[in-house]
């Protein structure tokens, strides 16, 4: 039931993605121009995700557990590190410079575009790499 819960899920944000135009990456390109051809409707986009999950949270956490899983799990609050911020930094520059970040690209991959088939690719030799290169200590417990 989970799989299926999960795919479903999966279904209904890669179709918001493509009804809200931000599989294109030319609209998320558009947002960072902000002293050229500015297209703010990311920023609808994203208020409109922060309000669902505001909800969401709220309504989900009314009961003692998921209706899918024994307990909650919850990302632990972990310190700022450098490893984070060269995360974020390294997730920042390949989406501006692409216009594409990792739910728009595979929701891109059917249009057989050429930047998506380039981005694609090289998403997952990092996902790769970054795992080859985690040290024990620093892999997930």
């Given at each position: ?73 919850l990302p632990s ?65």
């Amino acid at each position: 039931m989970g799989l299926f819960v999960n795919a479903l899920a999966g279904l209904l944000f890669g179709l918001g993605l493509l009804l809200s135009g931000m599989a294109d990456p030319a609209k998320v390109q558009n947002f960072l121009d902000l002293f050229g051809t500015w297209d703010p409707s990311l920023a609808f986009v994203m208020a409109g995700a922060v309000t669902t999950t505001f909800v969401g949270y709220r309504v989900a956490f009314r009961g003692p557990t998921p209706l899918l899983s024994p307990q909650f799990v919850l990302p632990s609050r972990e310190p700022i590190d450098g490893r984070l911020l060269l995360g974020a930094v390294l997730f920042g520059i390949g989406w501006g410079i692409t216009g594409f970040c990792p739910g728009p690209a595979l929701v891109s991959v059917p249009l057989l575009a050429i930047g998506t088939m380039v981005f694609v690719p090289a998403m997952l030799g990092g996902i790769v790499l970054a795992r080859a290169l985690r040290t024990p200590q620093s892999a997930p417990a």
